[in-house]
């Protein structure tokens, strides 16, 4: 497969990081030693901002949560496409507040429908529960979640809901 790639080398690569093996990172790094110019797309559920840095610091253009809407992943396909690096809005802050070294000043903005999701949540709700209750489609749901996990700074659904009573934002 690599000397395939070599040969008919992409432009982009959407790169699922689940099905990678061993170390994604490690991936990403001799895939772009062999193909220079290649624009990864990382496509995933990881939501660790440290390690999606790394990637971005190694030469991948963008990320993507697998959760995400088909206008946004075609946005990102057109975004690398152009030559530019693609970062999710929700996701913006955040990086930029660890590349710069500034800490959060602790006042989460969450949007009236994260407050209704974060709540949900925190009443114990699974993100199909969620979706129905607010009549929305299960990979919107998830992608709230997602932001709220963004937004607070946290790793997981445990983080979430410890922050979100910790500050009360689901009032």
Same mark, same amino acid.
């Given at each position: 497969?690599?000397?395939?790639?070599?040969?008919?080398?992409?432009?982009?690569?959407?790169?699922?990081?689940?099905?990678?093996?061993?170390?994604?990172?490690?991936?990403?790094?001799?895939?772009?030693? #062999?193909?220079?110019?290649?624009?990864?797309?990382?496509?995933?559920?990881?939501?660790?901002?440290?390690?999606?840095?790394?990637?971005?610091?190694?030469?991948?253009?963008?990320?993507?949560?697998?959760?995400?809407?088909?206008?946004?992943?075609?946005?990102?396909?057109?975004?690398?496409? %152009?030559?530019?690096?693609?970062?999710?809005?929700?996701? #913006?802050?955040?990086?930029?507040?660890?590349?710069?070294?500034?800490?959060?000043?602790?006042?989460?903005?969450?949007?009236?429908?994260?407050?209704?999701?974060?709540?949900?949540?925190?009443?114990?709700?699974?993100?199909?529960?969620?979706?129905?209750?607010?009549?929305?489609?299960?990979?919107?749901?998830?992608?709230?979640?997602?932001?709220?996990?963004?937004?607070?700074?946290?790793?997981?659904?445990?983080?979430?809901?410890? %922050?979100?009573?910790?500050?009360?934002?689901?009032?």
């Amino acid at each position: 497969m690599k000397r395939a790639l070599e040969k008919k080398a992409p432009d982009i690569l959407i790169l699922d990081l689940e099905l990678v093996s061993n170390d994604p990172l490690k991936f990403c790094t001799q895939l772009l030693a #062999r193909i220079p110019k290649l624009k990864i797309l990382l496509f995933t559920t990881i939501t660790d901002i440290r390690l999606l840095r790394k990637f971005y610091q190694i030469g991948a253009y963008g990320y993507l949560p697998r959760t995400s809407r088909s206008t946004q992943f075609i946005k990102a396909v057109e975004t690398l496409a %152009e030559g530019q690096i693609y970062i999710p809005d929700f996701f #913006r802050t955040q990086l930029a507040e660890i590349s710069l070294g500034i800490k959060s000043n602790g006042s989460c903005q969450l949007t009236t429908r994260e407050k209704e999701v974060l709540k949900l949540i925190i009443d114990e709700h699974t993100t199909k529960e969620i979706a129905e209750k607010l009549y929305i489609s299960s990979s919107t749901a998830e992608t709230h979640r997602l932001n709220i996990i963004h937004k607070l700074g946290v790793r997981n659904t445990a983080g979430v809901v410890r %922050e979100g009573v910790m500050k009360r934002l689901y009032i």
